[in-house]
Antibody, heavy 120, light 110 residues
């Protein structure tokens, strides 16, 4: 079945870096754009980033632009989020999500999330 | 900066109907914003209910429907059930690859 599994979440100190991964299965990964969405504890959902089918175009929320990099490896069916300069405001559960059709929509499938905690 | 607005909370009686809305701080919501609605219970990943204004995701009961009402996107729950008590979020595509979530609506069924 269609499945997304995130990993890489951890507790890190402010200013440090972290890379999240999202392993996809059950569908043709290269046929779908992919999103990252996060949710701070007790807060709502926040869209983070979107990547094109071949990984050549990336789009970011202002809150992460210049600090986060979304990428993908279609040969490994894996999506990544490289995060630099982490602050307490980046503490959240990070979800990867597939587009609904090939290049539109958000939420054709969701992962279970991975927790990132930024604290000294 | 684009802000997507949702009612903070709503109460509905079992069997009743409730309509949640999703608006833009500036301008009207249209189908080109691909309004999408999610249900989320605590500790769980979001569940996509409605996509592209009124497309119902697989397995979603027919009591959930989406539309454009006036200048906003809307999610209507007709015949609310106890397990519809949850948080509901909308998201809008605002162009140039950017998506913005609303703050969410907590629905209580009582």
């Amino acid at each position: 079945q269609v499945q997304l599994v995130e990993s890489g979440g951890d507790m890190v100190q402010p200013g440090r870096s972290l890379r999240l991964s999202c392993a996809a299965s059950g569908f043709t990964f290269s046929n779908y754009m992919m999103h990252w969405v996060r949710q701070a504890p007790g807060k709502g959902l926040e869209w983070v980033a979107l990547i094109s089918l071949e990984g050549t175009k990336q789009y970011y929320a202002d809150s992460v632009k210049g600090r986060f990099i979304i990428s993908r490896d279609n040969s490994k069916n894996t999506l990544y989020l490289q995060m630099y300069g982490l602050t307490a405001e980046d503490t959240a559960v990070y979800y990867c999500a597939r587009t609904i059709s090939s290049s539109t929509g958000l939420g054709g499938c969701w992962g279970q999330g991975t927790l990132v905690t930024v604290s000294s | 900066q684009t802000v997507v607005t949702q009612e903070p909370s709503f109460s509905v009686s079992p069997g009743g109907t409730v309509t949640l809305t999703c608006g833009l701080s500036s301008g009207s919501v249209s189908t080109s914003h691909h309004p999408t609605w999610y249900q989320q219970t605590p500790g769980q990943a979001p569940r996509t209910l409605i996509y592209s204004t009124n497309g119902r995701s697989s397995g979603v009961p027919e009591r959930f429907s989406g539309s454009i009402l006036g200048s906003k996107a809307a999610l209507t729950i007709t015949g609310a059930q106890a397990d519809d008590e949850s948080h509901y979020y909308c998201v809008l595509y605002v162009g140039s690859g950017i998506w913005v979530f609303g703050g969410g609506t907590k629905v209580t069924v009582l």
